[in-house]
């Protein structure tokens, strides 16, 4: 047994990582309320979602109600106040409905104050952090400095103030937190592994169907789920063990469509003719050809950069209804394969809106806070002040290569712990990359905010990469007399054993993924752990 790294007791695990989650939850609730509580002006979206609610702000009498203050209290909505055309389905709305219970308790003002919903979202966040923290090896210093780590991006002043916002981002952030921490359960045992892939499902489900932009995240998820085997019982070998996670990955692809399909007529057209004329347009040398090539008339070049909401914008034009039905994606795709110079500099300028991490034009204090309009808070903004130093390709350069580099890590890698944290990195750096060409290519205008996903997930793609490299140092011990031979540990040697106990002193690394499920476990449910699940254990090992 010498050479065998004796795993931290599952009691242990258990108390770091519900010592983890509280701990986050109240800073959380520290840097968004003390010493007053802030959030995020409404730019007239967070109008239309809200509507979906049926309540409308309340705005102090000669107060600016957009872009310059945070206003948190909301009554039900005039007759008539909202139109229900530009109502839209989200996620989001059912945080909303979650906060409602304490929006009583807390005896907050109005139908529904978001400061309620920041409460909502502190515990959301002590969850995920428990979830994730319970799947980490390594000594106390190494998982308390990734969680530390984990909380300077989740608590960053460019993500937590939607956290008492009207917009549905809030739900796209928390989904993907929550998506993120069980992915790394996905090489545990087979509790670890179920309960992982509910935490899985559930997040991604309410990132993917929190606005219509989130919808390209169910591609790197279902890319995770397709390289998961989750035994239940029976369902252990062969093609079975995969029958829970293409299940999920279902339920995700369902959410984006459904998503998708609910997108209100008139932003079908205009999203795409604001990418037309802001995007392709604006970045073309010549807006003339440019605008024969889209197959609309060689003057429509002087609408050039101007998008759906200015003065005199492109559907003034008496011809519009004549051109109308070029305004598709079909057509920008076209467009962009067929002139790379135009994609290109589309991308290269982007980078710029990566980098910044933030909008800078909407506020975050309530009128009481006695603050100049436009008003925004630093808190905690190391890592979106990490992001602008460095600049915004640089940021996605490294977190390209921490992705690339993730492939043949996980491929080399027999530990099926690491393996999970591995591909967890490799989905963080996918969804940068999803959501990057989705805000890019997708409006062409507010791409700083539209860009926020991509940041948060390059952000964790960070912390991901750092509790892989920590949890592999703990993760599977090695056995002295196969120490240097090649390849995998052959545990087919070790099926005939009998109905012996995989955490015993002679399974130290199934002890270690016990250690794990037992934590997260308590954390998500109390369920007890049922009797099949025992031998289905030998399977998940042998991968």
């Known amino acids: 047994m010498s050479g065998v790294k004796v795993p931290d007791s599952p009691g242990s695990t258990r108390r ?37 609610l049926d309540i409308v702000t309340r705005v102090p009498p000669g107060v600016e109600q957009w872009l310059a203050y945070a206003h948190f209290t909301y009554a039900p909505a005039p007759r008539d106040g909202c139109d229900p055309a530009q109502v839209y389905p989200s996620s989001g709305n059912w945080l909303l409905r979650a906060a409602e219970p304490l929006h009583g308790l807390l005896g907050l003002p109005g139908t529904l104050d978001l400061r309620a919903l920041a409460v909502l979202f502190c515990l959301l966040i002590a969850g995920a952090f428990a979830v994730f923290a319970a799947a980490l090896g390594g000594g106390v210093l190494r998982r308390t400095l990734v969680c530390a ?49 509910a935490a899985f499902t559930a997040g991604a489900v309410v990132a993917v169907a929190s606005k219509t932009q989130s919808a390209t995240m169910a591609v790197p998820f279902v890319i995770v789920l397709c390289l998961t085997r989750v035994p239940v019982g029976r369902w252990a070998a062969g093609w079975r063990g995969r029958a829970a996670p293409l299940l999920a990955a279902v339920l995700i692809i369902g959410a984006a469509v459904t998503e998708v399909a609910a997108q209100p007529g008139q932003y079908r057209r205009i999203n795409p003719t604001e990418m037309i004329f802001v995007g392709l347009l604006a970045h073309s040398d010549d807006p003339r050809a440019a605008a024969v090539d889209l197959g609309l008339p060689a003057d429509f070049a002087r609408y050039e950069g101007r998008s759906w909401w200015v003065e005199e914008p492109p559907q003034s034009d008496p011809r519009w209804e004549r051109y109308e039905d070029r305004m598709t994606y079909e057509t920008i795709a076209s467009f962009l394969v067929t002139h790379p110079g135009v994609t290109a500099r589309i991308a290269y300028h982007a980078l710029d809106d990566f980098g910044a991490a933030r909008p800078d034009y909407l506020g975050s204090y309530p009128v009481d806070a006695a603050l100049p309009p436009g008003a925004q808070e630093k808190r905690l903004a190391l890592f979106s002040m990490l992001v602008r130093d460095i600049g915004g390709g640089l940021m996605l350069t490294i977190v390209t290569l921490l992705g690339i580099a993730a492939v043949p890590w996980w491929r080399r890698t027999s530990d099926p712990r690491r393996r999970a944290f591995v591909a967890t990195v490799l989905c963080a750096a996918a969804l940068t990359w999803a959501q990057f060409l989705t805000a890019v290519y997708g409006e062409a205008i507010e791409n700083t905010k539209h860009l926020v996903f991509a940041v948060l997930a390059g952000g964790l793609t960070l912390v991901l990469a750092a509790a892989a490299a920590t949890t592999a140092g703990a993760g599977r011990p090695v056995d002295p007399g196969r120490e240097g031979g090649a390849g995998r540990p052959d545990f087919r040697r070790e099926a005939g054993a009998g109905q012996r106990d995989f955490a015993s ?30 031998a289905s254990a030998r399977q998940v090992a042998s991968e």
């Open 16 to 52: 770091f990582a519900l010592c983890t989650g509280a701990a986050a939850g109240v800073l959380m609730a520290v840097r968004l309320f003390v010493p007053s509580p802030v959030g995020m002006a409404d730019n007239g979206d967070g109008f239309r979602r809200m509507c979906s």
């Open 149 to 197: 780590a984990l909380f300077v991006v989740v608590g960053d002043s460019t993500f937590a103030g939607y956290a008492a916002s009207p917009y549905g981002e809030l739900a796209g952030l928390t989904g993907m937190v929550w998506a993120l921490a069980g992915a790394v359960h996905l090489g545990g045992t087979p509790v670890a592994r179920l309960l992982g892939l």
């Open 505 to 534: 002193s002679s399974g130290t690394a199934e002890a270690c993924d016990g250690r794990a499920a037992s934590a997260l476990r308590r954390v998500l449910t109390h369920a007890p752990r049922p009797r099949r699940w025992r």
